[in-house]
């Protein structure tokens, strides 16, 4: 790909897409204007809605007769208009005067050993349906009154000879008067009775305080940021997401369906240019303009935020920084998604039709993140788009746990690189471009091979299925035990999934997969790189980037399998992994890569490698041991080699943690690798190295991908008719 060109196309594409007006109204105005507007619009909505029903006094419907004392405390409390028997129907007033109608039995008290601090496990207690509660229902939801209050008919007589009465207040907690005239009542009743307990108090001789005991208050420990931060995390994903979301949709529909209407995607095809420097171009100019929108979108919203605030509330910038750098994988996602769609269309209403069905999904996963119930968890770690809304909100609540982060941003990467796979795919259809049809089969390139090897874009569309595959696998079976999630998840989410892409689409597993036997030096290299790597590994970047003491400790009790016999821990954690995880990584994967080079597909597939492993204090050690076991892959052509020096390397690591040999103490109990081991192992794996590199023969000639092997057939063909 020539760097050039797309610089050219990129320019190119950008002047046109900025000279529209709606995309500088999109990138400037709107952002500018909205959320001030908004925000201003809504306080004041809110703010003179809040003020005028704090203004209105609530009408209280008295069903009852309530004592003179008490009657004079409530109408003084202000803002509330006792209205007798408003709204009551004949017979319940007869049943209430007569006390045919009596209080309904509450909840059972809780029992003694349950300490009043805990939280009752008993269902909410709820009043049995009974004419009182209909009628009071009635009143309340016709807006006669806005609450019900009900002095039993033993009130008066309890109070008068200082015993407990009882009171229900009936109101609808969705209607905001309501409420209000709930929470007034419930202050002038708590007013009266603790006046009506002090003249009692002070009748019988009793100290200030004998029968209340105790004051309960409750402290909010929440500081006002997180506060803040919990209103503005429900809604601000879902408004950034959705101006990404339109940031990338009209550019994508212009620079494709819109150039096809235009006549001008012709005249770029006709252009010495290569269809994968087209589709950089182009995508890379709707991403610079849907990540223009987004910033924009961040910077009116922080703005807005900060002078809208208290300054004792305000959010500090980096949050607003930080949720930008997130919105830079939903931004790639979308510019290749809604690019790769908007090719099909045949000209600009088309494309919004096509688009259509992509958008909606996708704001409605942002869209959910207002509900409280939605957090950052592992189960929405992985989902699209949703992943990074639930991030943002994570992020304004102060709640963003490194694990989760990381798990978050790599799915995201993931879904960014499977969305740019497609794209780059479609681009390549040349029919397609110029406004014909194909099916989706042929599109995405699902039929079956005739032996060689997968592409890059195979390769890497077929780890990210599988490590999306893995991670909500391995929730499924959470509750298992620690042994079978690791045989499931090596078997069953790892190896199985391999076969089957390799078998299914007709790949050579020869050249695929790398079973091909090996030299006696590749053997040796590997043999002697599996009993040193560790040492040398564990010496250098443990000793720079340790991992947290918890995690350490967590890992390595989870790795002896809850204490199963040795043979089987050698088994799941050494063998087990050795054979799945090479034939995925340095089968699979370095097959499809190595087409860009030895060197990427070493560096890519141990990267891989390294993020499959799901925590980022596991990410560089594991990267390393990928590195070396991607040169073993190289310099022999073969993945046996690798899964020896794999299963030697975690067989000594489980070794040392199981017997616990008195000399290694120091290191199973958390500290680094003495330099003397750490330069014994450097030396021995250097040693593996060399052999590695002497190695005879090295790579076997590459075999073709399947797409080469039917374009060459293909010519092969037209030219034996030619001859005819």
């Known amino acids: 790909m020539r760097l050039a060109i797309v610089w050219t196309i990129l320019c190119k594409e950008l002047i046109e897409s900025l000279r529209d007006r709606r995309t500088l109204v999109r990138l400037v105005l709107v952002p500018i ?60 007033r007869e049943g209430l005067l007569s006390g045919a109608l009596a209080p309904p039995a509450g909840p059972a008290p809780r029992t003694e050993e349950e300490a009043p601090g805990d939280e009752d496990p ?34 008066g007589t309890e109070l008068g000879r200082g015993g407990k009465g009882a009171v229900a207040i009936y109101f609808d907690s969705v209607r905001a008067d309501s409420a209000t005239a709930e929470a007034r009542l419930q202050g002038a009743l708590r007013r009266a009775r603790t006046a009506i307990v002090a003249e009692r108090e002070a009748a019988r001789g009793l100290p200030e305080g004998f029968s209340i005991a105790y004051d309960v208050v409750p402290r909010d420990v929440a500081a006002d940021s997180r506060k803040v931060g919990q209103i503005l995390g429900s809604m601000m994903p879902m408004m950034l997401i959705l101006m990404s979301l339109l940031g990338s949709f009209l550019p994508a529909i212009d620079l494709t369906a819109g150039e096809k209407e235009r006549g001008t995607m012709q005249t770029l095809l006709c252009a010495p240019v290569r269809s994968i420097e087209i589709i950089a171009g182009k995508f890379l100019a709707v991403w610079v303009i849907s990540l223009l929108t987004a910033l924009g979108n961040v910077v009116s919203l ?16 980096w949050i607003f920084a930080l949720a930008f750098v997130l919105l830079v994988p939903v931004t790639l996602l979308f510019s290749a998604l809604f690019l790769a769609l908007a090719v099909f269309a045949k000209d600009f209403k088309d494309g919004q039709n096509a688009l259509m069905p992509a958008y909606l999904p996708l704001s409605l996963l ?14 929405t770690a992985y989902a699209p788009v949703l992943n990074i809304a639930v991030l943002i909100k994570a992020l304004f609540v102060g709640e963003a746990p490194a694990d989760l982060l990381f798990t978050a941003l790599l799915s995201s990467a993931l879904y960014a690189c499977l969305a740019l796979l497609f794209a780059a795919r479609v681009f390549e259809r040349e029919n397609v471009l110029l406004g014909g049809q194909e099916s989706a089969r042929a599109v995405l390139g699902l039929r079956r091979r005739a032996g060689g090897a997968p592409s890059a874009g195979f390769s890497l569309a077929a780890f990210a299925g599988v490590q999306v595959l893995f991670f909500y696998g391995s929730l499924l079976i959470a509750r298992a035990s620690v042994a079978v999630q690791l045989a499931v998840s090596q078997v069953g989410f790892f190896l199985a999934p391999t076969l089957a892409l390799v078998a299914g689409f007709g790949y050579s597993p020869r050249a695929t997969l790398g079973l091909r ?9 590997a043999l002697l790189l599996g009993v040193s790597a560790w040492a040398a ?55 499809g890569l190595r087409r860009a080079g030895p060197a990427v597909a070493i560096v890519v597939s141990a990267l891989l490698f390294g993020l499959a492993h799901g925590s980022v ?108």
């Open 366 to 379: 942002a869209g959910i993140t207002a509900l409280p119930v939605v957090e950052l968890n592992p189960w």
């Open 302 to 317: 922080s703005l807005t935020v900060s002078r809208m605030l208290p300054d004792v509330m305000v959010v500090d910038p």
């Open 537 to 591: 590994i564990g010496g250098t970047v443990l000793r720079w980037f340790p991992a947290p003491e918890p995690f350490a400790r967590e890992l390595s009790e989870l790795v002896l399998l809850g204490g199963q016999p040795y043979l089987v821990v050698v088994l799941l954690v050494a063998v087990t992994p050795a054979v799945c995880e090479e034939l995925l990584f340095r089968g699979l994967v370095y097959s």
């Open 617 to 724: 204090y596991r990410l560089l050690p594991t990267f390393s041991l990928g590195l070396v076991l991607g040169y073993a892959r190289h310099r022999t052509g073969s993945t046996l080699p690798g899964a020896l020096l794999h299963a030697l390397n975690n067989g000594l690591a489980v070794s040392l943690l199981y017997f616990e040999p008195p000399s290694m103490q120091g290191v199973i109990e958390g500290d680094v690798l003495p330099w003397s081991v750490t330069a014994a192992g450097a030396v021995v794996s250097l040693a593996g190295l060399l052999l590695l590199r002497s190695a005879a023969p090295g790579e076997p000639e590459e075999q073709p991908t399947a797409e080469e092997s039917e374009r060459r057939g293909g010519e092969a063909a037209g030219g034996g008719g030619g001859e005819d």
């Open 33 to 92: 204007l909205l959320y001030p507007l908004f925000a201003l619009g809504m306080s004041k909505l809110i703010g003179s809605e809040a003020a005028a029903r704090e203004a209105r006094s609530s009408r209280i419907a008295v069903w009852g007769e309530l004592a003179e004392d008490l009657r004079t405390r409530l109408e003084s409390a202000g803002k509330l208009e006792l209205a007798p028997w408003a709204g009551a129907p004949p017979d319940v």
């Open 517 to 525: 036997r090996p030299s006696a030096r590749g053997l040796a290299g």
């Open 122 to 155: 008993r269902p909410r207690w709820t009043e049995p349906e009974n004419p009182v509660l209909a009628a009071a229902r009635a009143a309340v939801s016709e807006r006669k009154v806005d609450a019900v209050l009900v002095p039993w008919p033993s009130l």
